[in-house]
C-alpha cells in the first residue's frame, strides 16, 4: 500500500472551509483515496473516498490532483463537532484489504 | 447506512481474567471483519483478519492463543482476550466490509479495556 503524508495538526474557525492535504506520491493506479476521521474516543467514520475525480457528498468534498499524488478533503463549512483527528489512506478498493493506518491530522475547530 | 455495533464498550476486569468482545453487522453481512487495537495517541494498529467460517489471520507479533477471534456468522466476530494483563490496557475497534465488492470499511464504537 502506498504511503500517505499528512501534516500533524490543523486549525479552523468555526464556520470557515477547512482544506486538509494529503500527499499520496507513490500511489497506484488501482488504488483509491479514503478518507476517514476519529472523534475522540469514538470508532473512525468513513466520509469520503475517490479514484481520480473530485468526489463530494453531505459531508465533505474531495479533490485530487491530476497526477493523483495528492488530495484534499475539504468541510465547507466546519463546527465545533468536526473537531478530530482526520486520517488519508490509500488502498485498492475491495474487500478483505487492511487499511494501514497514520496519525492522521488533528483538526481543531475554535468559535 | 451500515453500523457496526460492538459490546461492551467499557470493561474494567482483574488481571488474570478473561474478556469477550463482540463486534456485529447490524445491518448488512460482513465477509470480513478487522480487529484494530489503539493505544492513547496513537493510530489504529491491526491485530487480526477475521473471515467468517475461516481461521482468523493474525499480525506480525499478534499473539492468536491469547487474542482468540471467532466468527460464526457474516454479523458477529467476538475477540477474546485471554488471561488480560495491564499491557493489554486499550481501546479495541472492529470493522467490517459489507459483501458488496468496493464498499468501504464500517467502524465498530470501540471497546475501552481497562486491566487492574
Known amino acids: 500500500d502506498a504511503k500517505t503524508t499528512q501534516p500533524p495538526s490543523m486549525d479552523c474557525a468555526e464556520g470557515r472551509a477547512a482544506n486538509l492535504p494529503c500527499n499520496h506520491s507513490t500511489i497506484s493506479g488501482n488504488e483509491y483515496v479514503y478518507w476517514y476521521r476519529q472523534i475522540h474516543s469514538q470508532g473512525p467514520q468513513y466520509i469520503i473516498h475517490?479514484?481520480?475525480?473530485?468526489e463530494t457528498n453531505e459531508m465533505a468534498s474531495l479533490i485530487i490532483t491530476e497526477d493523483r499524488k495528492s488530495s484534499t478533503l475539504i468541510l465547507p463549512h466546519a463546527t465545533l463537532r468536526d473537531t478530530a483527528v482526520y486520517y488519508c489512506?490509500?488502498?485498492?478498493?475491495?474487500?478483505?484489504?487492511?487499511?494501514?493506518w497514520g496519525l492522521g491530522t488533528s483538526l481543531a475547530v475554535n468559535p | 447506512g451500515a453500523v457496526v455495533s460492538q459490546h461492551p464498550s467499557r470493561v474494567i476486569c482483574k488481571s488474570g481474567t478473561s474478556v469477550k468482545i463482540e463486534c456485529r453487522s447490524l445491518d448488512f453481512q460482513a465477509t470480513t471483519m478487522f480487529w484494530y487495537r489503539q493505544f492513547p495517541k496513537q493510530s489504529l494498529m491491526l491485530m487480526a483478519t477475521s473471515n467468517e467460517g475461516s481461521k482468523a489471520t493474525y499480525e506480525q507479533g499478534v499473539e492468536k492463543d491469547k487474542f482468540l477471534i471467532n466468527h460464526a456468522s457474516l454479523t458477529l466476530s467476538t475477540l477474546t482476550v485471554t488471561s488480560a494483563h495491564p499491557e493489554d490496557s486499550s481501546f479495541y475497534i472492529c470493522?467490517?466490509?459489507?459483501?458488496?465488492?468496493?464498499?468501504?470499511?464500517?467502524f465498530g464504537p470501540g471497546t475501552r479495556l481497562l486491566v487492574l
Open positions: 489512506i490509500v488502498d485498492n478498493a475491495g474487500n478483505n484489504r487492511k487499511l494501514i
Open positions: 475517490g479514484l481520480k475525480n473530485n
Open positions: 470493522s467490517a466490509t459489507p459483501l458488496v465488492v468496493g464498499e468501504t470499511q464500517y
